[in-house]
């Protein structure tokens, strides 16, 4: 991304708020894993969304109208002897040569600097709780404005959501934002295709959760969007299944779900298919119930349809697939309506895709489904699992866990799958896995 971008982001945030405001964001803290040892960092979605700064320690300001400049950034001052350490970091200089900050001030100065500009000001826009800490040193500057109102002092009489208006311009992605999204389906699509033909029986879940993470890397991303589900038979039917330890056995599925992050950007795909190369009669009939279910959901997203469409359509297949092959008896509609589908498949089927791979955005508008538009992007991923549990099934539909996911962005004409690369047709999945087919 570049300067113009995040300018671009700043200026229609602060062209929403209103007059005689201010709106502060905090970066993510830095976590520690382990006594001295921490985390890889990464920064809050909301803070890089309009700095694209990527260090912790840091505060952005925007203050729309002030005579200085409209946006600060707090961060560390440039140390030689800490760069030496951990590297180099911005510093004043290079949070405005390079992040495009108006004015930038150091981190450790903020107690004195960061009350003089709320001074003045009616309100003040503000996320209470993503950090517990620096919400009571944002409490503690306003208190201690207000002991100053007998001499004049003006201080905020009213604090505003920051990410009701942030989260709603981030739902909408505009042309930079889709470069990388697309950029990163492509690059998680020939992770999944490497992951398909590496598979046999024998291998353990993490020497396939090994190839995706070489796949994405060797392409350019050098995170995952999330912790990745690679899950062998029953484990497939666990829905956030993340041990990803356990030896592929001659007979199972292999459900995946992974995605890269790049540029700070998710993408999300699942893929299940036999470990052995060929699926069974029985995980067949089940895949294609999914893939038709899938189908019908990415057909439904198109403007103008609302949010709750994909899975309503999703629903139905399934529904009517598990009746054809016995496992539920009666009237679709009277099934649908009783909700006899949910032990078989008992998720929703998709969320919005951004930065977050649960990406930000209201789902519902005054508790009505809010409808599709051009720039949303988000997942559909049905799915059938039949865990050993379910005493009540016959044994031969055990452990057939089966989930397909593809992002998919809303256009103007409908949607575009952005995530195509990777095959999901039984038969093309089958002549990859033997080596019949290119990808």
């Given at each position: 991304m570049n300067k113009q971008e995040f300018f671009r982001r700043r200026k229609q945030l602060m062209e929403m708020m209103d007059p005689g405001s201010v709106a502060?964001?905090?970066?993510?803290?830095?976590?520690?894993?382990?006594?001295?040892?921490?985390?890889?960092?990464?920064?809050?979605?909301?803070?890089?969304?309009l700095t694209g700064f990527s260090e912790h320690d840091a505060v952005t300001v925007m203050i729309p109208g002030r005579e200085?400049?409209?946006?600060?950034?707090?961060?560390?001052?440039?140390?030689?002897?800490?760069?030496?350490?951990?590297?180099?970091?911005?510093?004043?200089?290079?949070?405005?040569?390079?992040?495009?900050?108006?004015?930038?001030?150091?981190?450790?100065?903020?107690?004195?600097?960061?009350?003089?500009?709320?001074?003045?000001?009616?309100?003040?826009?503000?996320?209470?709780?993503n950090h517990p800490d620096f919400d009571q040193r944002l409490i503690g500057w306003v208190n201690r404005l207000r002991k100053q109102a007998r001499a004049g002092v003006h201080t905020p009489g009213e604090f505003v959501?920051?990410?009701?208006?942030?989260?709603?311009?981030r739902l909408f992605k505009s042309p930079e934002e889709l470069r990388a999204m697309r950029k990163a389906a492509r690059i998680s699509a020939k992770a999944h295709c490497r992951a398909m033909k590496k598979c046999k029986p024998g291998l353990r879940e993490y020497q396939i959760e090994a190839e995706l993470l070489y796949s994405f890397m060797q392409q350019g991303a050098r995170f995952t969007a999330y912790s990745s589900i690679v899950g062998g038979g029953a484990n497939g039917c666990i829905?956030?299944?993340?041990?990803?330890?356990?030896?592929?056995?001659?007979?199972?599925l292999l459900l995946i779900d992974a995605g890269a992050e790049l540029e700070h950007y998710a993408s999300d795909i699942t893929r299940t298919f036999p470990v052995n190369g060929r699926f069974s009669k029985e995980q067949r009939a089940l895949y294609e119930i999914v893939l038709e279910a899938q189908l019908a959901a990415i057909e439904a997203v198109r403007p103008g349809n609302h949010w709750n469409d994909p899975h309503n359509a999703a629903v139905r297949v399934i529904t009517a697939g598990l009746?054809?092959?016995?496992?539920?008896?009666?009237?679709?509609?009277?099934?649908?309506?009783?909700?006899?589908?949910?032990?078989?498949?008992?998720?929703?089927?998709?969320h919005w895709l951004?930065?977050?791979?649960?990406?930000?955005?209201?789902?519902?508008?005054?508790?009505e489904w809010r409808l599709l538009e051009p720039g949303m992007v988000l997942t559909v991923e049905p799915g059938i699992y039949i865990g050993?549990?379910?005493?009540?099934?016959?044994?031969?539909?055990?452990?057939?866990?089966?989930?397909?996911?593809?992002?998919?962005?809303?256009?103007?004409?409908?949607?575009?799958?952005?995530?195509?690369?990777?095959?999901?047709?039984?038969?093309?999945?089958?002549?990859?896995m033997a080596g019949k087919a290119k990808a």
């Open positions: 502060i964001l905090p970066a993510a803290p830095m976590r520690i894993r382990n006594r001295d040892v921490e985390y890889q960092y990464r920064q809050d979605s909301d803070f890089y969304y200085h400049g409209e946006y600060i950034l707090f961060c560390r001052e440039h140390d030689p002897e800490k760069a030496l350490w951990n590297g180099p970091h911005a510093g004043q200089e290079g949070a405005v040569a390079h992040f495009g900050a108006d004015d930038s001030f150091p981190i450790d100065d903020i107690d004195d600097i960061l009350p003089g500009m709320l001074e003045g000001k009616d309100r003040v826009y503000y996320t209470m709780g959501a920051l990410d009701h208006l942030l989260h709603e311009l829905l956030h299944y993340i041990d990803n330890q356990d030896v592929l056995q001659d007979g199972d009746k054809s092959v016995g496992l539920l008896k009666g009237s679709v509609d009277k099934l649908i309506k009783s909700e006899a589908y949910k032990p078989f498949y008992m998720h929703r089927t998709g951004g930065m977050d791979v649960h990406d930000v955005g209201d789902y519902k508008i005054d508790d050993a549990s379910m005493s009540k099934v016959a044994s031969k539909w055990h452990n057939i866990g089966i989930r397909i996911e593809d992002d998919v962005l809303v256009t103007k004409e409908g949607h575009e799958v952005l995530s195509a690369g990777v095959p999901k047709a039984v038969d093309e999945i089958e002549a990859l």
